[in-house]
């Protein structure tokens, strides 16, 4: 099966500095990739996704990259604020219109900004 | 426009009691998925229903079943409760299933187990 491994677990940057998170797959069928935003006892969030026919989503100040060779996938903030601290996961999804829409969950990256 | 709502959002329950947790899609949404989240991970899948039936399983025992109404509703239940049973249970709906179709979830259910 999938599985989705994120990096780093914790991380701590200054406000208005940039922020990235990185994730790795390892089925080269997923070709959905969403991340969620969950902030202490609330549910995931969507903040963006993106899908193996494109390499580079951009939202304000959230961006996604795709690397389908490398199988990996790296979320982007930049000019960081307070309210942007929170976990994020990532995850991907192989469903086809004839399958599920699993989705795998990476482990969680704990970010907190530092004002 | 309502989102995914989950009921209830709190209970606790003894080990080897039974639970019974409900959700209701967004409004049009006809696929719905179940997750697990214990403290301190990410969602693990349970179940997705499309159309009242499933259409995928995660790895979890035969103690968790679930289910989809006409109305597109759905039940998970948890059968003979084990204290590792206690998470926050997620509902997801899409619009329609397949790869590439926007997930949201509902606020989840937080599940005691003592």
């Known amino acids: 099966g999938e599985n989705v491994e994120q990096h780093p677990s914790t991380l701590s940057v200054q406000e208005g500095d940039s922020a990235v998170i990185k994730c790795t797959y390892s089925d080269s069928a997923s070709n959905y990739f969403p991340w969620y935003k969950q902030e202490l006892g609330k549910r995931p969030q969507l903040i963006i996704d993106i899908r193996s026919n494109v390499g580079e989503k951009k939202d304000q100040r959230i961006a996604v990259t795709l690397n389908k060779t490398a199988k990996h996938f790296s979320l982007h903030i930049t000019e960081t604020q307070p309210e942007d601290s929170a976990v994020y996961f990532c995850a991907a999804s192989r469903g086809s219109n004839f399958g599920n829409e699993k989705l795998t969950f990476g482990t969680g990256t704990r970010l907190t900004i530092i004002p | 426009d309502a989102g995914v709502t989950q009921s209830p959002t709190h209970l606790i329950k003894t080990r080897g009691q039974q639970v019974t947790l409900r959700c209701s899609p967004i409004?049009?949404?006809?696929?719905v998925s179940w997750y697990q989240q214990v403290l301190g991970q990410g969602p693990q899948f349970i179940f997705q229903y499309y159309e009242k039936e499933e259409r995928g399983r995660g790895n979890f025992p035969d103690r968790f079943s679930a289910r989809q109404f006409p109305n597109y509703s759905s039940e998970l239940n948890v059968n003979a409760l084990l204290l590792g049973d206690s998470a926050l249970y997620l509902c997801a709906s899409s619009l329609r299933q397949g790869a590439g179709n926007t997930i949201y979830f509902g606020e989840g259910s937080w599940l005691t187990v003592v």
């Open positions: 409004s049009g949404h006809k696929s």
